[in-house]
């Protein structure tokens, strides 16, 4: 979230934010106030509950930026107004969708929202049924599990049975059939249901195999408009989206994987794809909704974009020395990447990386004394 006081900044926003003071969302130079708050998340969400009624009023857009929050103060909040004034949606009935796996799970079978053949975990279930209904291999999804943790792929009934007993919260635990092909992302604004900008990538580099992505290419496609704007429409989609889908390597055909309602980092890159986040922000204060389009000098073209303290810390933590390289040699134009345009950004992620850097090396330095 780093980025996002820098969108909403140039969106003409007075920017404040309310977090503890060991989050990386205050290391930039784009806010006006921070409201400081406890560590603990408990204290936290009492804080910040506060908080809300008492500035109800104050705030045009107040914007929950993690999962955990988001998921909690949709457990807690039970006023529909304090509901619609703070959570990214428009219709409370869809609150399921808010971070849980399962309730995004049962809301495309609600909406005939294309997606993978699913089923959710309940004690009669055997895995003789799970693997009958979905084949292998298959996925298996935690549901309150983000940044790719909790999120594990069987070959065959050995490694379904293994993922079960390892797992001890089967809760709205999602199965998932898995889709050959390509991992499609994007990132998207809406307002009111309607969709205002989105971003269109694939993912070239990821932390984990299945965690968040550091590189992507991305490029103008309109083959997901009308899916996305149907998905806003029939879900009440208001804010910041991250809405993954996969595009099946045989037919060409999307399929639906996961909404996660809140801001991410490469929201920030639209304005080098010509989806640019600030002008959707700066349409929805004039109350224009059209869906943004690129200019024609960028619609046609591929744009590889790496994120520099994500990708970077990447390299430096797998021993991607070709990766390195790619950042250093100004690689596909990396350097316009590099948040300069911050000061204090660009401070604080050099030093992250030099530490990053400084721990792998002295890690390397022991493990060669110990076997000198």
Same mark, same amino acid.
Request: proline share 3%.
């Given at each position: 979230?780093?980025?996002?006081?820098?969108?909403?900044?140039?969106?003409?926003?007075?920017?404040?934010?309310?977090?503890?003071?060991?989050?990386?969302?205050?290391?930039?130079?784009?806010?006006?106030?921070?409201?400081?708050?406890?560590?603990?998340?408990?204290?936290?969400?009492?804080?910040?509950?506060?908080?809300?009624?008492?500035?109800?009023?104050?705030?045009?857009?107040?914007?929950?930026?993690?999962?955990?929050?988001?998921?909690?103060?949709?457990?807690?909040?039970?006023?529909?107004?304090?509901?619609?004034?703070?959570?990214?949606?428009?219709?409370?009935?869809?609150?399921?969708?808010?971070?849980?796996?399962?309730?995004?799970?049962?809301?495309?079978?609600?909406?005939?929202?294309?997606?993978?053949?699913?089923?959710?975990?309940?004690?009669? /279930?055997?895995?003789?049924?799970?693997?009958?209904?979905?084949?292998?291999?298959?996925?298996?999804?935690?549901?309150?599990?983000?940044?790719?943790?909790?999120?594990?792929?069987?070959?065959?009934?050995?490694?379904?049975?293994?993922?079960?007993?390892?797992?001890?919260?089967?809760?709205?635990?999602?199965?998932?059939?898995?889709?050959?092909?390509?991992?499609?992302?994007?990132?998207?604004?809406?307002?009111?249901?309607?969709?205002?900008?989105?971003?269109?990538?694939?993912?070239?580099?990821?932390?984990?195999?299945?965690?968040?992505?550091?590189?992507?290419?991305?490029?103008?496609?309109?083959?997901?408009?009308?899916?996305?704007?149907?998905?806003?429409?029939?879900?009440?989609?208001?804010?910041?989206?991250?809405?993954?889908?996969?595009?099946?390597?045989?037919?060409?055909?999307?399929?639906?994987?996961?909404?996660?309602?809140?801001?991410?980092?490469?929201?920030?890159?639209?304005?080098?794809?010509?989806?640019?986040?600030?002008?959707?922000?700066?349409?929805?204060?004039?109350?224009?909704?059209?869906?943004?389009?690129?200019?024609?000098?960028?619609?046609?073209?591929?744009?590889?974009?790496?994120?520099?303290?994500?990708?970077?810390?990447?390299?430096?933590?797998?021993?991607?020395?070709?990766?390195?390289?790619?950042?250093? /040699?100004?690689?596909?134009?990396?350097?316009?990447?590099?948040?300069?345009?911050?000061?204090?950004?660009?401070?604080?992620?050099?030093?992250?990386?030099?530490?990053?850097?400084?721990?792998?090396?002295?890690? /390397?330095?022991?493990?060669?004394?110990?076997?000198?």
């Amino acid at each position: 979230m780093k980025e996002l006081p820098a969108i909403l900044k140039k969106s003409n926003c007075q920017v404040d934010i309310f977090s503890a003071g060991n989050s990386w969302v205050l290391h930039n130079g784009y806010y006006d106030n921070w409201i400081e708050a406890p560590a603990d998340i408990t204290a936290f969400i009492e804080h910040l509950l506060d908080f809300l009624k008492a500035n109800f009023h104050n705030y045009w857009w107040i914007i929950p930026g993690d999962d955990i929050t988001l998921r909690i103060l949709n457990d807690r909040i039970t006023d529909e107004a304090l509901f619609y004034k703070v959570m990214p949606l428009t219709k409370i009935e869809n609150r399921a969708l808010l971070g849980s796996k399962a309730g995004l799970a049962e809301l495309c079978t609600k909406y005939s929202i294309k997606s993978p053949k699913q089923l959710v975990y309940n004690d009669n /279930l055997s895995n003789s049924q799970i693997s009958n209904y979905l084949g292998f291999p298959l996925m298996v999804k935690v549901d309150e599990s983000e940044g790719g943790y909790g999120v594990f792929k069987c070959n065959n009934e050995q490694d379904l049975e293994r993922r079960l007993a390892e797992i001890t919260h089967k809760k709205n635990l999602v199965f998932q059939q898995v889709i050959i092909g390509e991992d499609i992302n994007t990132e998207a604004l809406y307002k009111n249901g309607s969709l205002v900008v989105y971003n269109y990538s694939l993912s070239t580099k990821t932390i984990g195999n299945f965690g968040i992505s550091t590189r992507r290419v991305f490029i103008h496609n309109d083959d997901l408009d009308d899916t996305l704007k149907n998905i806003g429409k029939d879900l009440g989609l208001n804010g910041f989206g991250n809405i993954v889908f996969m595009r099946e390597s045989n037919t060409g055909e999307y399929y639906l994987i996961e909404i996660d309602m809140r801001p991410n980092s490469w929201m920030y890159y639209g304005k080098f794809t010509g989806n640019d986040f600030i002008q959707g922000i700066k349409n929805i204060m004039q109350d224009k909704f059209d869906l943004i389009k690129p200019p024609i000098n960028i619609k046609n073209k591929e744009q590889i974009i790496g994120i520099y303290k994500k990708d970077v810390y990447r390299c430096i933590t797998t021993k991607d020395f070709n990766g390195l390289f790619y950042w250093l /040699l100004n690689k596909n134009g990396s350097w316009r990447y590099i948040p300069l345009h911050d000061k204090v950004l660009f401070r604080k992620v050099n030093k992250f990386l030099l530490d990053t850097l400084s721990m792998y090396i002295g890690n /390397l330095f022991r493990r060669k004394k110990k076997w000198a």
